[in-house]
């Protein structure tokens, strides 16, 4: 399909970031967007490259009523020799799709999906921070756009793509985050959503954050929907937790993310000397670990999060301090690592990069 760029006013052109240290996350959008709209009946159609601002949108539109909304997130690096890659942005068209589907919306072409980001990637590119950390988040979205409220999938969509220079996800930077175990509220259950990357999951997750917050912990870490026993993600990450060089995650029992980050974890760590396992991790057997001095390191793995060091768990009125608040060894080998593939500091031994052109 042909994607139209419009015209960019030179009143529509925002300053470039002065300090890449003062980026935080999500704050900053680039002048332009892709918008791709879909009709029933016709089909995907109207792809445009046009100034970033905001959509006039009839308020009956179903997304603001029932949620049908779906996203994705990757990221763009700029290398020292100039080239633009992304990582493994087939992975994001595909679980797009399967997220889609899951919420009645229409697939896109993958060639579609990656076409559009590509093409406005290298529109924006000069936007691509280049500091230690940093990087261009690229957030695809599709919305229902029907204005009715009867409750029905919707017959008209506009897939999006905003682009925002990035730092670190979290305020404290490569730090450990402090973590609680929510025993009361739960992200998903068994045949519900959580496996689909929807705005519904997040809007239901937001008073454990709030109340974890209140506690002094950073994220919530979500556990089973049914017996509230196994550990399955934190908000935007997956958990994985080092017994020395064995390193343990929970399966994707269907209602947690299935990370792009995670897989890459489960690929790399045999590299560089650990076993890994995926296996149902009983929260109570976890603590009691911790305690005996058996789990030596927990982090968080996700594309906005990168590789997140854990510090303090707390589960129930039991707090245990991992690493001594460090950032453990085997957690700062997966980031070195990870985003050394990434930023072209390393070789890419799994063809995961893909340049922009
Ligand atoms: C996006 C997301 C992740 C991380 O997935 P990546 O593909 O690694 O970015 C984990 N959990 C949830 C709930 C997410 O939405």
Redesign the pocket.
């Known amino acids: 399909m042909d994607i139209k760029v419009l015209p960019l006013p030179a009143e529509k052109m925002k300053d470039k970031i002065k300090d890449e240290s003062q980026l935080g996350f999500g704050k900053l959008f680039t002048d332009r967007m892709l918008i791709v709209e879909w009709k029933a009946g016709s089909g995907w159609c109207d792809a445009r490259i046009e100034p970033y601002g905001p959509f006039m949108l009839d308020p009956s539109c179903t997304v603001f009523h029932y949620a049908q909304e779906i996203f994705e997130?990757l990221k763009a690096y700029k290398w020292s020799d100039g080239r633009v890659a992304l990582f493994r942005p087939e992975m994001n068209a595909r679980r797009f799709n399967q997220s889609g589907d899951r919420i009645c919306m229409p697939e896109i072409p993958e060639e579609l999906f990656l076409d559009g980001i590509n093409k406005l990637v290298a529109l924006e590119q000069d936007w691509i921070p280049t500091a230690d950390g940093t990087s261009l988040y690229i957030r695809p979205a599709m919305i229902a756009v029907e204005p009715v409220l009867g409750v029905h999938p919707s017959n008209h969509y506009y897939f999006f793509v905003i682009l925002s220079p990035v730092g670190a996800y979290y305020a404290a930077g490569f730090n450990p985050i402090n973590i609680m175990v929510e025993d009361h509220y739960v992200r998903a259950v068994p045949g519900g959503t959580g496996e689909a990357?929807t705005g519904g999951?997040y809007a239901s997750s937001l008073k454990a954050g709030l109340e974890a917050k209140k506690k002094g912990y950073d994220q919530v870490l979500w556990l089973d929907g049914r017996e509230r026993r196994y550990i399955e993600?934190v908000?935007?990450?997956?958990m994985f937790f080092a017994y020395g060089k064995h390193i343990v995650t929970a399966p994707l029992s269907g209602s947690i993310?299935s990370?792009?980050?995670?897989d890459s974890v489960l690929k790399l760590a045999p590299t560089l000397g650990f076993t890994v396992e995926e296996r149902p991790i009983d929260v109570n057997d976890l603590m009691a670990d911790i305690s005996a001095g058996k789990v030596t390191e927990a982090f968080g793995?996700?594309?906005?999060a990168v590789i997140t060091p854990v510090g303090k768990l707390c589960y129930k009125d039991e707090v245990q301090q991992l690493t001594g608040g460090r950032v453990g060894e085997i957690t700062q080998n997966l980031y070195d690592t990870l985003t050394g593939i990434q930023t072209g500091k390393l070789s890419d031994q799994f063809g995961w990069v893909k340049f922009v052109d």
């Open positions: 997130g990357k999951n993600e908000g935007a990450m997956n993310l990370g792009v980050t995670r793995s996700g594309t906005a």
